[in-house]
């Protein structure tokens, strides 16, 4: 079945992916990471993995993230 997205799933998407790509552009992630993520939220919309879609959604995961590549970048 496939996931239904509300309009603010669609809006934090869009945030999620502006913020992904620009943090790429900046310098701050590298390509591979900010490639991951999006692969990660493609990944569980093909899986009808909901909730998986909805974390990434989170405005919290995606400083999360950001933070884990601060941590392990060389």
Known sequence: MPIELSQ???QQLDKLLDSVLTAHSNGEVPLASAR???????????????????????????????????????
């Open 36 to 74: 991951t993520v999006i692969a990660q939220i493609i990944a569980a919309a093909a899986a009808d993995d909901g909730d998986e879609l909805r974390d990434w959604l989170e405005p919290d995961r995606l400083a999360r993230w950001q933070e884990e590549i601060r941590r392990y970048r060389p």
């Open 8 to 10: 603010r799933d669609h």
